[in-house]
């Protein structure tokens, strides 16, 4: 049977529709906007780790040109703590006490970036000119900056009344059951490694203008987000107001990641200015405000042990991970960590596990969900485990995992954590993933390789991901006078192509083209409540949602027009934006029917579709490198990918969302690392010495994807978002350590593996 797929919708290669504006420059962002009387902010940060202060004086500043307001942590005394609500249960059923994020900060800052002062001004140069005028007086103090040492004894204590800089304690499995399987197994294989920090680094660094509209006694804060509706409740607590008191608007947002989905004090602050002058107020962060004090990602450092049968298949595991979460408890902080250890057994049957985090405190900037949120911290921590399993036993890569993978007849399969996987074929991946990369002829390559002078290394990820976490996305539709269409909807698109993906679902239920389809997000005036973007969950809830709402406005319309007709509702059709009789030239345009509605409500439909369970995208990456052995630098010369996302809805936006997140993956295996000195101070403040992955950096990427559609997802969608960095990263630094391992005996290199590391352990391995 041949399947044709529609012009417009789910299936098609659409191109973005959003591109048009965003190449000729017409993007509108939060720093465009000037609106009357504008003032500028800028935030006066710690330039220490941890120390206790005084402000001795800001008449210097407050008298300084163009200046109108300068606030302090005490001037804020009415405003309430930035707090997360997601501290998972400890061990003894108790949840850890947090230490909350000041707006400014007392007396007390905890990370060098923390915040002591505001300053407003005619502009940003006169409030930045104003703020180096406060006199603020630090008594300076020993930091506690390095996760691995955190708990040590002798190392300073971040919050000295807890007694530690143990901030939490988790556990997730069966210690006896995991006993008992180490005590049979024929062979234990152990790792220990650092998943090292990252700093998001979107294109567009976050601002905010905060207005103040006298005449309704309300509040509005225009930023770029990933979702208005749960800012809108953060803000609306601190302020203690009801959410109506505040209006939150997101225009074009140039990236996320996670990272823009929290509330950050200077939202409040422009809010509280604005109130207190009576103008607007913008506040626009530079590239090094972002190193400073946007949230940061990954910091693990973990000792895995994998227990194994004679036949080399796995019985349990144990998993020791230490967690920075900085010197706050950030909003997600404490989940980040938890969600990521529920994935430890990945696409494997394991029996058991017995797995440990504990969350640390140091006297650094807060740790936060980043693209894929713990899933790519545990998908590093399996991969790289699974191979060194499979060298301890003397395995091919692919054959251990072949003889450990959930099987097709095992699903709907509940892990060890409780996870409850609906569908898989990960062999199946696997093995298209192994002919596309032409895995079997490596050694061939190998060889010409070293006739060049040069170490090649193959190596290859299979992984699994929960997303699209439970609950819902509403959708709204409405036919608007003209015959057009616009979709409301509680996510925020941030560089994904949400315009284009939701315009495809309404344009298969009222085959309407996609240009006559307006998408509206980001403005809590439009909707009551909406989740947001993350955790790839736009498109399985949203999509879904957007899909439904389309069928009941699809519906409405030909009830119209069959009134208009004087036909039965089930004999209109519905064609390129017109509603005709089947069979006859008898028709009314969509500008029509909307003429022709009796009540407002007539033209309107909703959608909502409620998932109770995660879906769980999986597949296989497979990187093949060739390294210099007298540098030390990698290239990437082949990377291929074989996923299995359920059901596609456009080939063309999905390509680019695996493209961009193995480009993030791969970014921390070979080049990204943040670094604090011994006394708190961020090294890796800016592009000089923070290394972001270029172009250059990497081949085409063969992508493909070999779907089995969800059965807990109403159209069969699993979600990709986030699916490329978790993969990514586990193939690129396998691949690395299988080139240092069969040209020298290396079994290990920490991330990133940058030139100079590689040439080190390799000078080291050539001198003993």
């Given at each position: 049977m041949t399947v044709v797929t529609p012009k417009f919708g789910m299936g098609a290669s659409v191109l973005r529709r959003e591109d048009q504006a965003f190449l000729k420059g017409e993007g509108r962002y939060t720093d465009d906007i000037k609106p009357a009387?504008?003032?500028?902010?800028?935030?006066?940060?710690?330039?220490?780790?941890?120390?206790?202060?005084?402000?001795?004086?800001?008449?210097?500043?407050?008298?300084?040109?163009?200046?109108?307001?300068?606030?302090?942590?005490?001037?804020?005394?009415?405003?309430?703590?930035?707090?997360?609500?997601?501290?998972?249960?400890?061990?003894?059923?108790?949840?850890?006490?947090?230490?909350?994020?000041?707006?400014?900060?007392?007396?007390?800052?905890?990370?060098?970036?923390?915040?002591?002062?505001?300053?407003?001004?005619?502009?940003?140069?006169?409030?930045?000119?104003?703020?180096?005028?406060?006199?603020?007086?630090?008594?300076?103090?020993?930091?506690?900056?390095?996760?691995?040492?955190?708990?040590?004894?002798?190392?300073?204590?971040?919050?000295?009344?807890?007694?530690?800089?143990?901030?939490?304690?988790y556990h997730i499995g069966d210690k006896q059951k995991t006993a008992a399987a180490f005590a049979r197994a024929a062979h234990i294989t152990r790792i220990e490694f650092i998943n090292n920090r990252l700093v998001c680094n979107y294109m567009e660094p976050r601002s905010a203008i905060g207005e103040w509209n006298a005449a309704e006694s309300r509040f509005v804060l225009t930023t770029g987000s990933q979702g208005v509706h749960s800012m809108q409740y953060i803000i609306a607590e601190l302020f203690k107001i009801k959410k109506s008191e505040l209006r939150i608007i997101t225009p074009d947002v140039g990236g996320g990641f996670g990272p823009k989905a929290f509330v950050y004090r200077e939202y409040p602050l422009v809010l509280e200015a604005a109130k207190r002058l009576g103008r607007p107020v913008k506040w626009a962060g530079d590239r090094t405000e972002h190193f400073l004090s946007d949230a940061q990602g990954r910091d693990n450092v973990v000792k895995a042990e994998m227990a194994l049968d004679k036949g080399g298949r796995f019985l349990g595991m144990k998993v020791e991970l230490l967690a920075n979460i900085g010197a706050y408890v950030s909003q997600y902080g404490p989940f980040i960590p938890y969600v990521g250890v529920t994935m430890s057994t990945g696409v494997y049957d394991i029996g058991a596990i017995d797995v440990s985090v504990t969350g640390l405190y140091t006297n650094t900037c807060p740790v936060d969900a980043y693209r894929g949120a713990g899933r790519p911290e545990a998908a590093l921590l399996l991969e790289k485990l699974v191979d060194a399993c499979a060298h301890d036993l003397g395995l091919p890569v692919e054959e251990i995992r072949r003889r450990n993978f959930i099987r097709p007849e095992q699903f709907p399969y509940r892990t060890q954590t409780g996870r409850l996987y609906d569908t898989g074929e990960f062999a199946g991946h696997m093995d298209r993933a192994i002919e596309r990369a032409e895995w079997k002829a490596f050694p061939q390559r190998l060889e010409q390789s070293k006739v060049a002078g040069r170490i090649r290394g193959i190596g290859m990820a299979t992984y699994i991901e929960a997303c699209a976490f439970p609950g819902s996305e509403p959708a709204f539709v409405e036919l608007n006078g003209d015959g057009t269409v616009t979709l409301k909807i509680g996510t925020q698109t941030n560089g994904q192509g949400h315009a284009t993906a939701y315009a495809q679902f309404l344009s298969e239920k009222l085959d309407l083209p996609i240009e006559k389809i307006h998408v509206r997000q980001g403005d809590t005036d439009d909707l009551k409540a909406g989740g947001g973007t993350g955790g790839s969950r736009s498109i399985p809830l949203g999509g879904v949602s957007a899909s439904r709402a389309g069928e009941d406005l699809a519906n409405k319309i030909k009830?119209?027009?069959?009134?208009?007709?004087?036909?039965?509702?089930g004999d209109i059709e519905l064609s390129d934006g017109v509603a005709r009789i089947v069979g006859t030239d008898r028709a009314?345009?969509?500008?029509?029917?909307?003429?022709?509605?009796?009540?407002?409500?007539?033209?309107?439909?909703?959608?909502?579709?409620?998932?109770?369970?995660?879906?769980?995208?999986?597949?296989?990456?497979?990187?093949?490198?060739?390294?210099?052995?007298?540098?030390?630098?990698?290239?990437?010369?082949?990377?291929?990918?074989?996923?299995?996302?359920?059901?596609?809805?456009?080939?063309?936006?999905?390509?680019g969302q695996v493209h961009g997140g193995v480009v993030q993956g791969i970014g921390q295996a070979l080049t990204e690392n943040t670094v604090y000195g011994e006394d708190g101070q961020l090294l890796t403040a800016s592009f000089m010495d923070y290394a972001m992955p270029r172009a250059d950096n990497f081949p085409f990427f063969h992508f493909e994807t070999r779907n089995v559609p969800s059965t807990t997802n109403a159209l069969g969608i699993k979600g990709a978002g986030e699916a490329g960095t978790i993969g990514a990263t586990p193939a690129a630094l396998n691949a690395v350590t299988d080139a240092l391992w069969r040209a020298h005996g290396i079994r290990h290199i920490e991330m990133p593996a940058t030139p100079a590391r590689i040439w080190t352990a390799i000078r080291d391995a050539s001198q003993r």
């Open positions: 009387g504008l003032l500028h902010g800028y935030v006066l940060r710690s330039p220490v780790a941890k120390a206790g202060f005084t402000i001795t004086s800001t008449e210097a500043a407050s008298a300084a040109p163009g200046v109108h307001l300068v606030l302090t942590g005490k001037d804020l005394a009415h405003l309430g703590k930035l707090k997360s609500g997601v501290m998972q249960r400890q061990p003894d059923g108790t949840r850890a006490p947090t230490r909350d994020i000041p707006i400014l900060c007392g007396d007390r800052v905890n990370y060098v970036g923390d915040a002591v002062a505001f300053v407003v001004a005619d502009s940003r140069a006169l409030a930045q000119d104003a703020a180096e005028l406060i006199e603020v007086d630090y008594d300076s103090e020993d930091a506690a900056s390095g996760t691995a040492t955190a708990l040590d004894e002798g190392t300073p204590l971040v919050w000295p009344e807890l007694g530690s800089n143990r901030a939490f304690t009830r119209i027009a069959a009134d208009e007709l004087e036909a039965s509702a009314i345009d969509f500008a029509g029917v909307a003429r022709a509605a009796k009540t407002p409500d007539d033209l309107k439909g909703f959608g909502e579709f409620v998932q109770d369970e995660c879906t769980y995208p999986n597949g296989t990456h497979i990187c093949e490198v060739e390294i210099d052995p007298d540098t030390g630098a990698t290239e990437i010369l082949r990377y291929t990918i074989v996923d299995d996302f359920g059901v596609t809805v456009n080939p063309i936006l999905l390509a």
